[in-house]
């Protein structure tokens, strides 16, 4: 491959990504707003936001968690904002794994952990992930609000959820990258509304 060759293939991806912000803003603007307003209601009531994803959507909860518990920059100094990435505790991960199958991860410490006045935020760029499906039953039950950064068209999940954000595409690297734009807002967003 030339190098005029790999110049092209970066700026059709610069292209598509243009893109699908677009789309999304056009789509989706007032709904990252009302989910970052109902995040900080949450955390006004003294709940905490739990957050579940495989893979990819696991890094993105595990970093959405340390913008809210640390924080977003450091032009803002606020108070931690109570979030626990699901993802990030690998003995109970394989323990739960081992004993009631890849599945039940997440829906195990839902059922353990998750309570009414907090909230469990699904990242899924397919939307069809049964451990996320599984873990939302198990939410759903207990009366926990369920919100969701999908793509895809929303997959399963979406029928489970209080509120999401589905971005318009159905490519895993422009879902991705989406995403990682809706964290850093809804954390903005949700700054304003506890600290302001």
């Known amino acids: ?20 912000k677009q ?6 603007l007032d709904d990252i707003i009302d989910m970052a307003g109902d995040l900080a209601r949450v955390s006004k009531k003294g709940g905490t936001i739990y957050l579940a994803g495989n893979g990819g959507s696991a890094a ?16 803002f100094e606020r108070p931690s ?4 990435a699901l993802t990030a505790n690998s003995s109970l991960l394989t323990a739960a794994g081992n004993d009631y199958g890849f599945d039940k991860i997440f829906a195990r410490q839902v ?14 760029t ?15 039950r207990k009366g926990t609000p369920i919100f969701a950064l999908l793509g895809s068209g929303g997959g399963k999940l979406k029928r489970y959820t209080t509120r999401k954000i589905i971005v318009p595409s159905t490519s895993v ?19 304003q509304e506890l600290f302001a």
């Open 81 to 84: 904002v109570p979030a626990v």
């Open 111 to 124: 059922e353990g952990l998750v309570g009414k006045k907090d909230a469990l935020l699904l990242i899924s």
């Open 23 to 28: 789309a999304l803003m056009e789509k989706a």
């Open 1 to 20: 491959m030339t190098k005029n060759e790999k110049r092209k293939t970066l700026l059709d991806a610069a292209a598509r990504a243009v893109e699908t």
């Open 60 to 75: 993105d909860c595990q970093h959405f968690a340390t913008e809210l518990v640390v924080r977003l920059t450091g032009d």
């Open 126 to 140: 397919s939307g069809n992930s049964i451990n996320l499906v599984k873990a939302a039953q198990v939410a759903r």
């Open 173 to 191: 690297q422009r879902i991705q990258e989406e995403h990682i734009f809706i964290i850093h807002n809804l954390v903005k967003l949700m700054e």
